[in-house]
């Protein structure tokens, strides 16, 4: 008699070959698959949701108990990311671009602001780069909102950057 049917929770990128089915029965024995699992089923891998797929307790001792059949839920969280940037600047001169090169854990674009009272500098879109434009202090704000199923939106990282005063020659 199997008391309690195994379930789990995976984090989105995780498949079914993560899951290790531990439940409850009165007799030793095993928990696996059902026989309706693909290979494909084990290795693919779903956005965050509920899924049920089939089991089985297959007893020890197959000579006086019987296999039994059931259900298992599996509930798929969405992951989490992290932004980075290796080598972030804290500083520039005025008329200097700067390559934006902060990255998601995810692999997912990531977006950039600034926040500044005055006009310090901007963000070239197209080029990809921060453009310094006058002395002064920004914060550059990087986000990347998530995609739903897969991946929640990350922490805002954040970077001050001090414009210094460009080359007069």
Known sequence: VVSQWPSATLTYGETLTDVVLAGEA?????????????????????IAGEYTYAVKFVPADGEQFNTL????????????QKISWENAPTECK?????ALKAVASSGLAVEYYVDQI??????????NELVALAKGAIQL??????????????????????IEAGNTT
């Open 26 to 46: 009165v007799e030793k024995g095993v928990f696996q698959w059902g026989d309706t699992i693909t290979d494909g089923d084990l290795v693919a891998v779903q």
């Open 69 to 80: 059949y059931g259900a298992v839920t599996i509930t798929i969280v969405e992951a989490t």
């Open 94 to 98: 005025v008329g200097e671009r700067i």
């Open 118 to 127: 005055g006009n310090y500098a901007m963000i070239d879109a197209e080029r």
């Open 141 to 162: 704000r990087v986000s990347q909102a998530g995609e739903v199923g897969k991946y929640l939106p990350a922490d805002e990282w954040v970077q001050t950057i001090n």
